[in-house]
């Protein structure tokens, strides 16, 4: 669960101190905040303290190249004033004592109320999202990222806004269907700097459409950002200032015409704004003048450098951020302090560089992620594939049957796991029971899979002969040679065909070398014994495995079985008996369960469904046997059509519903086959039948 934590500050400043602070408390799921207030005291000093700081700074980096160009439109040059005889010694001290006023600042009694309020309210574990408005200069420059309040919550980073600010209404066309992020990228006046790192990183990014902007003109610019597809995100790197509180961007290289403030591109920027633009990156020098007319515009958020920022460091953190934020799929706060943490790494050559990345977000916005910016998470859902062990995390809505089944293995030798045809069975023990069994730290237990077929005895040698090989049941010098480990399969199938009590001495045999182990034997569709076996051969492959049931120790089978060949299983009088309290009946879901098989996966890849979709998904299965797969398939289907984040009925009535995906998914299939194919597709369709 995410927090939200906004701490106003007013129209106050450090010169005369914040006679009011309030800070609102948003927890994700109540839609109403608690507030605390406070104050804090004047501290002009913090001002001078900076002020020596950002003196230091940059005269310890005019020997760098730096994103940051003089401000005559006709005559660029790079700033290059004289370096004064500093030492990174004296810089790390300043660092200090600046990081120690601030939180001297922040200790005060008049601010202490609400630092208590928040720490009872917040725990370390949690995603912590701070926004700290201001339009104050100085508040805004301080290093707020040194406040000692976050070394206690490592998930926990800050945002600035400005005091004012509103949601923005979104044109009709950005809500266009789409599955990639789109950028518009400038790379612009690159004089001293190499901005080949930044284009790659975008170019490799996956499901996202990027347009390069290479030194453009204004004109070219505008005309882009007034795109009525709208952009995503809006990527800026080359150089950059701020005078006056106004930022400037230099666009290109030419004598003149060849850089513009952000008022200039007001209009054009509040129009990619309504059609969808959620977040700003500037790569480049001191952008702090740059973001106050996106604030102005209610953009969701900005990502820029506080100060003049050199090459190296500035391409490092637009790194790390693409790969926390674009391919590991973090949150916008958790990325951005990722990447930000990285550039402590480069301190001993770049210092202060991890205090110069700073993020706006605009408190009336969710802050966006890579989802809602359109990009693609894994798909969660199955299809008509049953879950694995490694889909563990998204297997959801049979937990109470999984805790029986557990509950089951432990105390008994045979357990048959019967439902209908779609029920889910291979799912629940792959996907709910084997990962339980082995997060069991009293009992190590080994599990061995397999499927009976139409050759059981050879299907279970194969199964069994790694384990066999480990315990040298079969007295042999193993080799790795595939012809070799044949003949092994073939001795293991003929024992356990002709030998009734072969599996119940391997087991024995496994016990004896492993005394604090337990073997659990799967035989996953065992209806297969029924379908593709001869009844000869059924009935002595069944005395093997009741041969272990019966007189190993510390062995468990389970098998799944389909209901509607539950009779086939009682013909056998032996089998019938070991059935008796062995069985557990998998029922088809309840609405809860199916709400949460539906929705929770979806919420792991941070992504929702529109309101009433989960409903009208169950309404479409409800009642139906074997209806599990269809509804997953629906749900694969539906992904692919997913909206900024979001599953939408319009997607899903496209896709036919649940009743219609998987005929329209065919016919599609069906529609691209030659003549030829088709004809040999309707006889596979009807053999299958058969």
């Known amino acids: 669960m995410s927090k939200s934590v906004v701490i106003n500050l007013g129209n106050s400043d450090l010169y005369s101190g914040c006679e009011q602070v309030t ?31 950002q003196f230091m700074y940059q005269s310890f980096y005019d020997c760098l190249n730096l994103r940051s160009l003089s401000l005559e439109d006709n005559q660029i040059e790079i700033d290059n004033t004289d370096v004064t005889n500093i030492s990174d010694v004296s810089f790390d001290n300043l660092s200090e004592h600046l990081r120690l006023s601030i939180n001297t600042w922040l200790n005060s009694t008049e601010f202490l109320n609400i630092e208590l309020k928040l720490r009872s309210a917040l725990s370390p574990s949690e995603e912590i999202q701070v926004v700290i408005e201001t339009s104050d200069l100085w508040l805004r420059r301080i290093p707020w990222c040194w406040w000692d309040f976050l070394d206690d919550y490592p998930q926990a980073e800050i945002a600035l806004f400005r005091t004012e600010y509103k949601r923005t209404n979104i044109f009709p066309q950005s809500r266009l269907i789409k599955n990639q992020v789109r950028i518009l990228a400038i790379l612009g006046n690159s004089i001293g700097i190499d901005l080949e790192a930044e284009k790659t990183f975008l170019q490799n990014l996956q499901d996202s459409e990027v347009k ?31 005078d006056n509180g106004k930022g400037r961007i ?41 973001a106050s007319v996106l604030e102005k515009l209610n953009i969701p958020a900005i990502i820029l450098m506080r100060e003049p920022v050199s090459n190296l460091v500035a391409q490092v953190f637009f790194k790390f951020f693409l790969e926390f934020f674009a391919e590991e799929r973090n949150s916008l706060y958790i990325s951005f302090k990722k990447a930000r943490r990285q550039l402590q790494g480069f301190e001993h050559k770049f210092p202060g560089a991890s205090c110069l990345p700073l993020i706006f977000q605009n408190p009336a916005v969710e802050p966006p992620d890579w989802i809602t910016l359109g990009g693609i998470p894994p798909c969660p859902y199955r299809g008509l594939f049953a879950f694995r062990e490694e889909d563990a995390e998204l297997f959801f809505g049979r937990e109470q049957f999984t805790y029986d089944l557990l509950k089951a293995v432990k105390s008994k030798t045979f357990v048959a796991v019967v439902g209908a045809s779609g029920s889910g069975k291979s799912s629940v023990v792959f996907a709910g029971l084997i990962p339980r069994l082995r997060q069991d730290d009293s009992t190590d237990w080994q599990v061995i899979s397999f499927r009976p077929s139409n050759k059981p005895f050879e299907a279970l040698a194969i199964a069994l002969l790694p384990l066999c090989l480990s315990i040298d049941f079969l007295q042999h010098n193993t080799t790795k040679k595939e012809h070799e480990r044949h003949l092994l399969e073939q001795e293991l199938t003929a024992r356990l065909e002709y030998e009734s009590q072969a599996l119940q001495k391997i087991v024995e045999e496994f016990a004896f070398q492993n005394p604090n182990s337990r073997l659990v034997l799967v035989a996953d569709q065992f209806e297969e014994l029924y379908t593709l076996c001869p009844e000869s051969e059924t009935q002595l492959f069944l005395d093997v495995l009741l041969a272990a049931v019966s007189l190993a120790p510390a062995f468990a089978l389970v098998i799944t079985l389909r209901a509607d060949f539950y009779g086939y299983a009682l013909s056998y009088r032996p089998f019938s008996d070991a059935l008796q309290g062995a069985v557990l009946n998998l029922a088809p879901m309840s609405q809860a369960e199916l709400h949460s098989a539906i929705e929770k996966p979806a919420t792991k890849m941070k992504v929702k469904l529109e309101y009433g979709l989960a409903n009208r998904l169950i309404d479409d299965v409800w009642g139906e046997l074997g209806n599990l797969p269809l509804l997953e398939f629906a749900l694969t289907q539906l992904w692919e059509r997913h909206h900024n984040g979001q599953l939408i009925h319009e997607a899903y009535t496209e896709i036919g519903c649940v009743e219609g995906a998987l005929a329209e998914y065919g016919e599609q299939i069906y529609a691209r086959l030659s003549q030829e194919d088709r004809e040999r597709a309707r006889r596979i369709i009807i053999q299958l039948v058969h």
């Open 23 to 53: 800070a609102q408390l948003w927890v994700q799921g109540h839609p109403l905040p608690e507030k605390f207030v406070g104050s804090l005291p004047a501290a002009p000093h913090l001002v001078e303290i900076y002020k020596r700081w």
């Open 212 to 242: 390069f902007l290479v030194q453009p003109s204004r004109q070219e610019l505008n005309r882009y950002l007034w795109e009525s597809q709208g952009w995503d995100v809006l990527f800026f790197a080359g150089h950059s200032l701020t």
């Open 250 to 290: 230099y666009i290109n290289e030419n004598k003149t015409n060849n850089s513009l403030t952000l008022e200039q591109l007001e209009e054009a920027l509040k129009a990619a704004i309504e059609n969808g633009l959620k977040l700003a990156i500037f790569n480049s020098c001191d952008g702090l003048g740059l």
